[in-house]
């Protein structure tokens, strides 16, 4: 007779994700991020159904089930790089198996969420305003740092906001996640400190920037023609306006009310042809010159998400 496969230790899985991470450098400079990270378990933020970003022979997404294969499911839960999907098609497809579809919801991958996390640096009692809540897991740790009295977070599918706030109750962190657009923001709360969003936009709702206190720091995935989305840092001036730069390179799906882009050039971004290059020697120069003729969207400027991906690039 074999022997019973072993228990599934989440504590050990979360250490060894952890030290994953640290030598890859995601806590650099945060030294309280780790600890941080190895407080929150993870494992009860994901649901038992998991799509991962693989498919199988027929195209698929390949299916985890916790019942059937804990294991599997488990390292995948702990994989320092791997986003879970955890909705399809607004919910209309069942997370009963492999299937085709368009990601909706995720739980992002650990070295995102971390990332992510390091960029914003939010203190203890820092008052933040959270877009899209998905499962909870950000929103769990951005309580167990901040407070749970200080954090806001906003998912626009309510059967998604029920489960995160089930789930974040289970834990015992009881942050007000509000049913709702995140793009109007919450202006009850405002001015936020900090303001985070886990889906991606091709321009900042105004809203954002308004309810940020002068001096708050946005953090937000920007679409961008590169093939990539890249994380935007900003820092509010308190009057609708902000500045900052891109931090790295990731991607997320779009917030809903903006799956359908427009010209890149309505964002302000510069065509490929319209981007100049100076090679000079050794060194080089790279100017980017926005053009306002082009009337080429977005690839993918389809009703549904035109990104399938919440997957960071290697190495954010
Ligand atoms: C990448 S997932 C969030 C991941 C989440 N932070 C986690 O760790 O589980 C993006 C979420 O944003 C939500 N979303 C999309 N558009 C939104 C909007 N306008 N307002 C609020 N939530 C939105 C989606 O429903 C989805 O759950």
New binding site residues.
């Given amino acids: 007779m074999s022997a019973p496969a072993a228990a599934v230790d989440f504590t050990v899985l979360r250490a060894n994700c952890a030290q994953q991470l640290d030598e890859q450098g995601y806590f650099a400079g945060a030294a309280w991020l780790r600890p941080l990270f190895q407080s929150v378990p993870r494992e009860a933020?994901v649901p038992d159904g998991v799509w991962l970003e693989e498919t199988d022979a027929h195209q698929r997404w390949i299916f985890l089930d916790r019942r059937q294969d804990t294991r599997a499911w488990a390292n995948a839960v702990y994989a320092p790089h791997r986003?879970l999907i955890?909705?399809l098609d607004d919910g209309r497809t069942p997370p009963t198996g492999p299937a085709a579809g368009d990601f909706?919801?995720?739980?992002?991958a650990p070295s995102v969420?971390v990332r992510m996390l390091r960029e914003l640096n939010p203190h203890p009692a820092c008052k933040v305003l959270?877009?899209?809540?998905?499962?909870?897991?950000?929103?769990a740790l951005l309580a167990a740092r901040c407070g749970p009295a200080h954090i806001t977070s906003?998912?626009?599918?309510p059967q998604?906001a029920d489960q995160a706030r089930a789930r974040l109750s289970q834990a015992g962190h009881h942050p007000a996640v509000i049913d709702?657009?995140?793009?109007l923001g919450h202006p009850p709360g405002a001015p936020y400190d900090a303001l985070i969003s886990?889906?991606s936009v091709y321009r900042i709702p105004p809203a954002w920037l308004h309810q940020l206190r002068p001096q708050g720091q946005l953090i937000a995935p920007l679409a961008t023609p590169f093939g990539t989305d890249a994380l935007l840092k900003l820092t509010a001036d308190g009057s609708g306006g902000g500045t900052g730069r891109l931090v790295c390179a990731l991607r997320?799906?779009?917030?809903?009310?903006q799956r359908r882009p427009e010209p890149w050039s309505t964002y302000g971004w510069p065509r490929l042809p319209g981007i100049a290059v100076a090679a000079d020697g050794e060194r080089q120069t790279i100017t980017l010159t926005p053009e306002t003729t082009s009337s080429v969207a977005p690839s993918g400027s389809r009703s549904v998400p035109p990104r399938r991906a919440?997957r960071s690039s290697k190495g954010d």
Avoid: C, H, K, W
């Avoid at 709702?180 to 793009?183: A, L, N, R, S």
């Fill in positions: 933020f986003p955890t909705q909706t919801s995720s739980v992002s969420a959270e877009i899209g809540t998905g499962s909870g897991y950000n929103t906003m998912e626009i599918d998604l709702g657009d995140g793009e886990t889906a997320f799906m779009r917030v809903r009310g919440v």
